[in-house]
């Protein structure tokens, strides 16, 4: 499910790899990072990681 733009689903969900047609509102839910490699230097102050991701990402 989709919150805020971040994509959550509950642990069951995960392990059983349906975390696209999770709607499990009454379980703890985790954040689903993105696929592929995360990327290695903030492109705005090329930090490994990144102290202000929040702040770099409406910059960009």
């Not at 990072?33 to 102290?51: A, D, E, L, M, Y």
Request: charged letters at 30%; glycine letters at 4%; one cysteine or more.
């Amino acid at each position: 499910m989709l919150i805020d733009g971040e994509k959550w689903a509950c642990e069951a969900c995960v392990r059983g790899h349906r975390v696209s047609t999770c709607k499990h509102h009454d379980r703890p839910l985790i954040r689903i990072n993105r696929k592929g490699r995360p990327f290695s230097t903030c492109s705005i102050c090329n930090c490994t990681p990144c102290n202000l991701p929040e702040e770099h990402n409406k910059l960009k």
